[in-house]
């Protein structure tokens, strides 16, 4: 993606403004998001409300900015950018690291977004690990890319064999009749 952006920076406030719609945030917010300083920000936001993907407003002295969500190119952009700079290839590169994890899906309210169904943005993002990875250290996963996402990720771990069988246990059935999105943990395809 990074060869159709202007730079890394312009990918992560675009990720955090599109995948947040539902919220506004200061210029100084998004600095301290992307890691980069408040003259930075400004340009890019001023690059980006003029060509019509953001709208931003005054507050006092703030400037609070947000995605345009009532432009055509709403839609398209967002599932671009969730696919570069969102949840799926943040967790994918994390998870690829960690030993012991197989397969690994986002499920619930994200998964049916991303897939096309109808309803409010997800407040969270849920995850299905199939595999044997330490407990500790998929949870310490989910907080450090929940905190670059800025939305809470809920991992669930089960067993290769769990996965594999046939079952009537609730959370699964759940699970495999709603829309589910696998991750690609294959390092050499990314």
């Not at 980069?36 to 060509?51: C, K, N, P, Q, S």
């Not at 671009?80 to 899906?105: C, E, H, R």
Request: glycine share 6%; hydrophobic share 40%.
């Amino acid at each position: 993606m990074l060869p159709l952006l202007r730079s890394r920076t312009q990918g992560e406030l675009l990720a955090l403004l599109l995948l947040h719609p539902e919220r506004e945030y200061s210029i100084t917010e998004l600095a301290e998001a992307c890691g980069v300083t408040h003259t930075a920000i400004v340009r890019e936001v001023d690059r980006l409300v003029v060509g019509g993907i953001l709208d931003d407003r005054r507050m006092g002295r703030n400037r609070l900015v947000k995605a345009r969500t009532n432009t055509p190119v709403y839609r398209p952009l967002s599932d671009l950018i969730a696919v570069t700079f969102g949840p799926m290839p943040l967790l994918a590169d994390a998870l690829s690291q960690l030993a012991g994890v197989n397969q690994a899906y986002i499920y619930g309210s994200w998964a049916a977004r991303y897939n096309g169904e109808p309803g409010p943005p997800p407040g969270d993002i849920d995850v299905l690990v199939v595999g044997s990875p330490d407990a500790d250290a998929l949870f310490d996963l989910a907080e450090q890319v929940g905190r670059r996402l800025s939305r809470e990720v809920n991992v669930h771990r089960i067993s290769p064999e769990s996965w594999a069988a046939s079952t009537t246990d609730p959370f699964l059935t759940s699970v495999r009749e709603r829309p589910l999105v696998q991750l690609n943990l294959d390092q050499e395809t990314r």
